[in-house]
């Protein structure tokens, strides 16, 4: 007996992780289709093999975007928001993923951004222009928002680089009073924020502690972990800083692989929950085991 694949086995990217006395609930955006042309730091053949050797396309790679839904506190926070209706067709599945979970917009209470490209940001508007999570408070780094909404920054930026600060001006705008800048250190019970600055000046990761369980949240700090993994010193064209950058990967890769910590992060591949350890000069990707206890 074959059985033909029909739009009925098509699912939203959903899977819930058991943290303690939370649930942290990876959520799928979709990908975007890039090119080896974006990486920067290694000759372009050099990138093509590692990512073959990961199994990965060489010629259009993918490169993952996530969200994170954690529940258990008050009420349901979001850790970024995905790409919204700005992109391809192959982005801008959250509310899609969201609903499989049973969480309407208005549920939202809070929204953490780890920084302000639109693949993370863009979710936060919904596509007549109105808030997507109207009950939200959303909160931005303060290093981010001090790059994005400086005054004359949009100004001084390169004409290609404009767009990304009036799409800052415009989120904090549209939420206003419900924009809350923080430090580092505790934004919500139980949640911390470390930043992990390079890719953006104010990039912002989140510890997620719940019990003697934690989870760190690391943003952008790898995007196409075939290449970034083994060789942390490659950046992408997206990074402000790439030096910087590289730095901060390395310094979390050490950390995390030293410590056997659980991490999750907005670009490795889905459900995108797992460890890192080290493997000769580099380090590699170790999959956390699901089961339905979970």
């Given at each position: 007996m074959s059985i033909a694949p029909t739009a009925d086995f098509a699912r939203p990217g959903v899977l819930p992780w058991t943290l303690g006395n939370r649930v942290v609930v990876a959520l799928n955006d979709g990908h975007l289709v890039a090119t080896l042309?974006?990486?920067?730091?290694?000759?372009?053949?050099?990138?093509?093999?590692l990512q073959e050797e990961g199994f990965r396309d060489a010629v259009a790679p993918r490169i993952?975007?996530?969200?994170?839904?954690?529940?258990?506190?008050?009420?349901?926070?979001?850790?970024?928001?995905g790409m919204g209706s700005g992109g391809p067709e192959t982005l801008g599945h959250l509310p899609e993923a969201l609903a499989a979970c049973g969480v309407a917009p208005?549920?939202?209470?809070?929204?953490?951004v780890t920084h302000l490209h639109s693949d993370h940001i863009g979710g936060l508007i919904a596509r007549d222009g109105a808030v997507a999570f109207p009950n939200a408070e959303v909160v931005i780094p303060e290093a981010e928002a001090a790059y994005w909404l400086a005054e004359g920054a949009e100004a001084r930026a390169p004409e290609g680089a404009r767009a990304g600060f009036r799409r800052a001006?415009?989120?904090v705008a549209a939420?206003?009073?419900?924009?809350?800048?923080?430090?580092?250190?505790?934004?919500?019970?139980?949640?911390?924020?470390?930043?992990?600055?390079?890719?953006?000046?104010?990039?912002?990761?989140?510890r997620v502690q719940s019990g003697d369980r934690s989870l760190l949240i690391w943003g952008d700090v790898v995007h196409l972990p075939a290449i970034q993994l083994p060789r942390p010193e490659v950046g992408l064209t997206f990074d402000v800083d790439r030096e910087v950058a590289a730095a901060?990967?390395?310094?979390?890769?050490?950390?995390?692989?030293a410590e056997r910590s659980l991490v999750a992060g907005m670009h490795?591949?889905?459900?995108?929950?797992?460890?890192?350890?080290?493997?000769?000069?580099g380090f590699a990707w170790v999959p956390e085991q699901w089961s339905a206890a979970s």
């Open positions: 042309g974006l990486v920067q730091g290694i000759p372009a053949d050099e990138a093509g093999r993952t975007v996530n969200a994170f839904l954690i529940l258990g506190g008050d009420k349901p926070v979001l850790v970024d928001a208005e549920d939202v209470g809070t929204v953490l001006h415009a989120l939420y206003g009073d419900r924009i809350r800048r923080a430090g580092e250190g505790e934004v919500l019970p139980g949640i911390e924020a470390i930043l992990a600055p390079g890719h953006t000046p104010g990039h912002t990761a989140y901060t990967r390395k310094r979390i890769l050490d950390q995390v692989a490795l591949e889905f459900p995108a929950l797992g460890y890192v350890r080290r493997t000769g000069a």
